[in-house]
Structures are given as C-alpha cells and as structure tokens.
C-alpha cells in the first residue's frame, strides 16, 4: 500500500489552535506567516512562561522567549499579550498579506511594555506598564498614606 507524498507546507490553522515553529516556513497558499520575537523581560519569572499570546482571541501556545513562526490567515488580526487572567498587556492590529512574513516584537520591559515590527516602528495599541512600573506606584502611594497618616499622630504625642 503506498501513501500520499506529504504536504510541503505545515496544516492549515482553522478552528484548532494554530501551530508554532522555531524554524521560519513557507506558508500554505492563501496564507501569511507571523514571526513572533518576545524578550525575556527584567522580570524574575520570564514574562513569556505567565503570559499567553493571542491572535483574534484564540490562544497561541509559545513555549517561551525567543522566535517563533505562526501560520495565519490573510486579512486584518487582533494579536495581543494577555496575562494569565486574560488582562491584556501589550495589543495590536496587523493585516497579513498572503504569502507575506510578519515580524512583531514583543518587548516586555522595565518601564513599559511595546511591540515593534520587522522595521523598528512603534505598532503598540495598547502597552501596559509594566510590573516593576506598577509595583514603584503601588509603593509609592502606600507610603505617601502611611507617612501621611502616621506623620499628625506623632506630632500629637
């Protein structure tokens, strides 16, 4: 019994999760490529193993930092870096050309969080500020209130 020749490029991404590659493919006909670039961060827990990509609300399993190749549709996307409560951390908009590779960026950073793509250029929709950024705020006004409030009693005794 013989068997078909196998297909040259990887399955068509439909209603199940879209599959990554470490190696850069060519993408079926019809279709375009997203290169994933994401950064470990400053962060003690690398940003890349809390958070979840997601293209158009579906999840994209990245197994970590580095780049990964993601076969997609034509057409205008949604792709955004949620934590893993679903809050979103860095989104942005892209329109996939056919047989086109798409580079995105994704910085997660010491104070913000950004998406560059193949050029450098700035592509964030929404960046939030990153945990450090967060954490320095959240302190910050903890402190003002105790200081602020531990400072008149004092002078009272």
């Not at 670039?37 to 399993?61: C, E, F, H, M, W």
């Amino acid at each position: 019994m013989s068997y078909p020749p196998p297909a040259s490029y990887p399955p068509v991404p439909g209603a199940v999760t879209p599959l990554v590659y470490p190696h850069p493919i060519a993408p079926p006909p019809g279709y375009a490529v997203l290169v994933v670039t994401v950064n470990r961060g400053p962060y003690l827990v690398p940003a890349p193993t809390t958070s979840r990509l997601k293209v158009d609300g579906q999840q994209v399993p990245i197994p970590g930092e580095g780049t990964w190749y993601v076969v997609i549709s034509a057409g205008p996307h949604d792709v955004r870096y949620t934590d893993f409560m679903g809050l979103p951390l860095i989104t942005t908009a892209l329109v996939a050309h056919p047989g086109a590779a798409h580079h995105l960026s994704f910085r997660f950073g010491g104070w913000r969080n950004r998406v560059h793509d193949a050029h450098g250029t700035d592509v964030t929709r929404f960046g939030l500020w990153s945990n450090y950024s967060i954490a320095l705020l959240t302190f910050g006004v903890i402190g003002l209130l105790c200081c602020g409030l531990v400072v008149p009693f004092t002078t009272l005794l």
